[in-house]
């Protein structure tokens, strides 16, 4: 049984990094075909651009996991059927528990890297390339209003007019109030640069305080700022939640409802990172039912097709149900977890129907 897993492990390993290989590429060319629309825009010559490109394919690396392990697994299966050495494990007592356990084994690896990338690559990799593409375009990280970004911080509200790709905050206005929301103190910053543990230090800062029917405005050439606000959490505005880790994920959910703010979107973010790598799992026991048909009921590349549009519309079927989650208000648990125990039970079905036959 160890060297039939063994035998297993290294053709479905090699057919799925065959078939990242080919997927990273292929992402790849069109990320470049992308950029190079913005080449020479301030700064963004080709060498920012191929540096751009290579950030993003970790990014890519954690997205297709689930597809490449469909994929590969379900070549490698159709290449051991095509051979009858598929056939051949069947007969020698090898029952579909034992070769889905043993799936499940090699699939462990990849639930491994796929945390590892999820956790600690992508979101530090697609915040560089962020970074790189804003410095070298000289643009600014956010803007959602005319006047700014809006943030809620406590008893206080926080606007800041740009963030530098460093995070660094311009026009940085802060109105705080009072336990009965009456305004005590506006204070403005032209530059505001994080030091450590929620301090800022705001430069130039000009503050009106108001206290009754008496005004009294005062300049600081420097002011300490206290605040739940850090870089990571204002990284949100450079990485998308789905390519955030969880725990900044986690981070930024309890800011909102610390805040008394929605916090679906990123609930939903949150747990589809919990699932996302078993997603992998499930996606090579789904293409263990294709081993059960000869190459003569459809062929490697008829298998190699239905593996893609499987992987396809198991990421497209994330991608909906985390935006009906959104819009219907579900419980982000389930908007997070439907699609993968969909195709695990219809994996099951086929596998059943595949033995009954």
Known sequence: MKILHRYLAREIYASTAFVFTALLSLFAFFDLIHELGDLGKGNYRLPQILGFVAL????????????AALIGTLFALAQLSAHSEFTVMRVSGLSTQRFALSLL????????LTLIFGELVTPQAERMAQQVRLKATSSVVAQEFRSGLWIKDDQS???VREILPDTTLLGV?????????RLKTVSYSDRGHYEAEGRWLLEDVTQTHFAGERTTVGKLPQLAW????NPDILSVLLVVPEQMSAWSLYQYVEHLRENKQKTTRYEIALWSKLAYPFAT????IFALPFAYHQTRSGGIGGKIFIGIMVGL???????????????????????????????????????????RR
Do not use: C
């Open 173 to 181: 206005k802060i109105f705080e109030y009072d336990r009965d929301y």
């Open 226 to 229: 206290k605040s739940v606000l």
């Open 56 to 67: 993003n394919l970790p990014g890519h690396i954690y997205e297709l996991f689930p597809i």
């Open 313 to 355: 519309s198991f990421h497209l079927l994330n991608r909906v149900f985390a935006h009906l989650g959104l819009l219907n208000d579900w419980p982000p648990l389930f908007s997070a977890f439907f699609p993968a125990i969909a195709f695990l039970g219809t994996a099951v079905g086929m596998i059943w129907w595949a033995e």
């Open 105 to 112: 084994q090699t699939g462990m690896v990849f639930v491994l």
């Open 157 to 159: 509200f926080v606007n």
């Open 281 to 284: 799992l499930v996606m090579m």
